[in-house]
């Protein structure tokens, strides 16, 4: 099993990296979080990595941080969701505000992520709660990445990835561009997420 790969970044999209490791090309899916935090494409990049093994398929999916990862090895053991909606869970909400959600049963917070209904947010909560307690987020990690700046299209890019139609992932970004600008991508997508809901 992979578990963590350190390369050179070739190709970076919001939801998608290419890591050469020693020659070969690994693909892996990443939250909006981790790409908010990677450096540009032909430099060193190190990530924690999920290997999702089926009988179809094998998938690596990376992440920034250990508890990012351990935080999406939670979600997918919870029934119903998978590593496709993991990944959408954490890029839909920063991981301490997830992590605030589930321990404080916050339906209402955790419906808002695209995907993510009703009973489903219900399991997160039930199966998670208690399994949370010593889950290290920092509150104020997020504040802690510094501002970079990004495409527009990167964006709404990944808004369309999580279900967004363009046309109203494009009016998002650039309504959330004029509310705050200067913003990191991170918040800048997060923002425009909300503005979509």
Do not use: C, W
Not at 77 to 87: E, H, M, R, T
């Amino acid at each position: 099993m992979i578990s963590y790969l350190r390369g050179v970044l070739l190709e970076k999209t919001p939801n998608l990296i290419v890591v050469d490791v020693n020659g070969v090309g690994y693909g892996l899916t990443i939250p909006v979080s981790t790409y908010s935090t990677l450096p540009a494409s032909g430099l060193e990049v190190r990530l924690h990595v999920h290997t999702h093994v089926r009988e179809d398929a094998l998938a690596l999916f990376g992440f920034g941080t250990p508890a990012e990862k351990t935080l999406f090895e939670k979600l997918i053991a919870v029934s119903g969701i998978g590593p496709k909606l993991a990944v959408t869970v954490l890029s839909g909400l920063a991981a301490n505000d997830l992590v605030s959600a589930i321990r404080a049963g916050q339906i209402e917070t955790l419906v808002r992520i695209p995907g993510v209904g009703k009973k489903t947010a219900e399991r997160m909560i039930v199966e998670l709660r208690d399994k949370l307690d010593t889950f290290g987020v920092a509150p104020g990690a997020k504040a802690a990445r510094p501002a970079l700046t990004r495409e527009d299209d990167d964006a709404v890019s990944a808004l369309m990835n999580i279900g967004a139609q363009r046309a109203s992932a494009e009016a998002a970004v650039a309504k959330a561009k004029a509310e705050a600008p200067g913003e990191d991508f991170e918040s800048l997508f997060r923002r425009a997420l909300k503005l979509l809901r």
